[in-house]
């Protein structure tokens, strides 16, 4: 089993950043990608950025491209999600993902899920 926390959520003014970390344990070395997830209220959960452990790819939603870049840190397992110029489209909880075999770019995909965190974004 591996598992994910996440920290850093919280209430920011629209324009404002955020960076988000998220800590992997447990069986690490199953790990193939990483990535984030976000729900809003009422929404289904969507994909937000990913990144592949050993090679450093990413990939982005529209949405968050040239605003957000995903990064990580190998040897503390730690994935970061760096968030500028947020919106208040971007309210939801954030939530971190793992798989074990594929880039984890829709939630069907994803084999270990972290217990999200929440960032509001105010106008």
């Known amino acids: 089993q591996v598992q994910l926390v996440e920290s850093g959520g919280g209430l920011v003014q629209s324009g404002g950043s955020l960076r988000l970390p998220c800590a992997a344990s447990?069986?690490?070395?199953?790990?193939?990608?990483m990535g984030w997830f976000r729900q809003a209220p009422g929404k289904e959960r969507e994909f937000v950025a990913a990144i592949t452990w050993n090679t450093g790819g990413t990939y982005y939603a529209d949405s968050v491209k040239g605003r957000f870049t995903i990064s990580k840190d190998f040897v503390k397992y730690t994935m970061y999600l760096q968030m500028n110029s947020l919106k208040p489209e971007d309210t939801a909880v954030y939530y971190c993902?793992?798989?074990?075999?594929?880039?984890?770019?829709?939630?069907?995909?994803?084999?270990?899920w972290g217990k999200g965190t929440l960032v509001t974004v105010s106008s």
């Open positions: 447990g069986r690490t070395f199953n790990i193939y990608a």
């Open positions: 993902a793992a798989t074990s075999k594929s880039v984890p770019l829709r939630s069907s995909g994803v084999d270990y």
